[in-house]
């Protein structure tokens, strides 16, 4: 599915540079066609003054200069009315006259006194692109019309010319904006496809950890089925019980996740003190750790303003201080310390557990992360805690990191920072 969509968004980049592509084409090709269409013409109106000079001083022999007419330049002069075309008077040295004169072109030249331009259909030469200019005598009167005409084929060659090659850099920029495109929808995609493997693997681990509680629930009540008066039926009941609290507290995780990545779970951003709740989430573990052979050290100054949620910042501390208690051997230490540093208001939790292997550091918050290997999850943990406090740390403009004692013991520490209050 996910190469569909990126063969449709290549597709789609293409598309547009085409569609961008054709109109500049079209509005370069136009203005083109006019700029020499009227360079044709200032030629072809030199080419008529030229003659007209040459008309009325007679030539060399008025002293005027025999122009040079180009030989596809056709200019005739005529009267401005009676038998245009029987009177036409074929000046210049082109081998064609290109359908000159053109009577219609010659009488609006004469009657407006001024010159004008038009296309026309010259028969077996084509179109004619035909300039006339009217020739004034003393008076003012109009006395003759000298035309110039040109084929238009010498403006559409020009002008395909420049087609070909609008279009060969079109085919050469689609080509290279299809390779780009591929290259940056595959960029566009990579979110994409992890968002959906990580999507993937949530939805596979959930299945999972539902799946065991339920196949033990079923199977226990089967058992009861089977035997309803048997003395052991209370040990199963509460074995049920176990299992039920485990997935009530698996799908309130997975609830509360799925409120975090809608934005729609509600985290105040209020001035608090993060030592207060820190000291508080340390004191509900104190029994736990106690009746585990665990020593729960608390290090924290008399005061560390923060700001964010008083209530969700002891639930993430709770989550670090369960790991903690659940890594922790017997006989060692689990210590809660804070510290305010530039901007920002710092909780940890450290243990002296078997730490976290460097290569399970970058995932370990992820969620149903699990590194069986170093920190065994005694209690029945989900792999959703530590993720769960990550992302509530980061829904208060906060963070959680995970790392392990700077000293030569072992033993692994989360880091919980908050904005402070300044």
Partial sequence: MLDRIRRRL?????????LILALFGVVVVVFFERSVTAQQDELLMQQAEAETEIYVNGGDKYGGTKAKTPSDIAVVAVPPDGDIAAKALRLGDSSSSLGLPYEELVRSAALGKKPNQGTVDGGPDGAVRVVSAPLDD???????????????????????RLVAVLVAAGLVALALSAAGGMYMSR??????????ARQRDFVADASHELKTPL????????????????????EIVDDQLSEID?????????????????????????????????????ERFLKRAAAEGIRLEISLPGELPARGDAARTGQILAALLDNAVRHTPKGGTVTVSGRALDGVAEASVSDTGPGVPP?????????????????????????????????????QRGDLTAGNNPGSGPGAVFVLTLPANA
Wanted: hydrophobic share 45%; proline share 4%; aromatic share 4%.
């Fill in 246 to 282: 485990r997935m009530d507290a698996l799908l309130s995780d997975l609830l509360l996740l799925a409120r975090l990545d809608s934005g729609r779970l509600e985290v105040e951003r209020k001035p608090f003190d993060l030592s207060v709740v820190s000291g508080e989430a340390a």
């Fill in 10 to 18: 290549t597709l789609g980049y293409v598309g547009i540079l085409a």
């Fill in 138 to 160: 003393e008076t003012g009167e109009v006395v003759a019309v000298v035309q110039a005409a040109q084929s238009r084929a010498v403006v559409l060659e020009t002008v395909w």
């Fill in 359 to 395: 290569e399970h550091l970058p995932r370990i918050l992820e969620r149903f992360y699990r590194a069986e290997e170093a920190r065994t999850r005694k209690g029945g943990g989900t792999g959703l805690g530590l993720a769960i406090a990550r992302d509530l740390a980061r829904a």
């Fill in 215 to 234: 196949a033990l629930v079923k199977i226990n009540a089967e058992e009861i089925r089977r035997n309803p008066s048997t003395p052991d039926n209370r």
């Fill in 187 to 196: 960029n566009a995609m990579r979110p994409a496809r992890e968002a959906f």
